[in-house]
């Protein structure tokens, strides 16, 4: 049975349970969970497969940098700026 993740489509209105994500084994011809089963807030899933390593795509620069990668905005003159 395939393990789905979680999290709140907007963290800081989640309850404890969806803010920070939360995995759930559901079976695989269940449609997709979209509220939150505590709070019901909207969630979005992360993860569809229980075999693939945890991939959460940044949700904005700064979850990008506290996700370790280096952020970059290409400028009007073809640089490159390192935010
Ligand atoms: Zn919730």
Known sequence: ?????YIA???EEGCV???KGFDLRRPISRPAL???PL???????LVTSFSTPKITKPLSVSDAKAAGFTVLEK???????RL
């Open 34 to 36: 979209t509220h939150c």
């Open 1 to 5: 049975m395939p393990i789905y993740s």
């Open 75 to 81: 400028r009007i003159d073809g640089n490159y700026e």
């Open 39 to 45: 709070c019901r807030k909207p969630v979005i899933k």
């Open 17 to 19: 349970r969806c803010k």
């Open 9 to 11: 489509e907007k963290p």
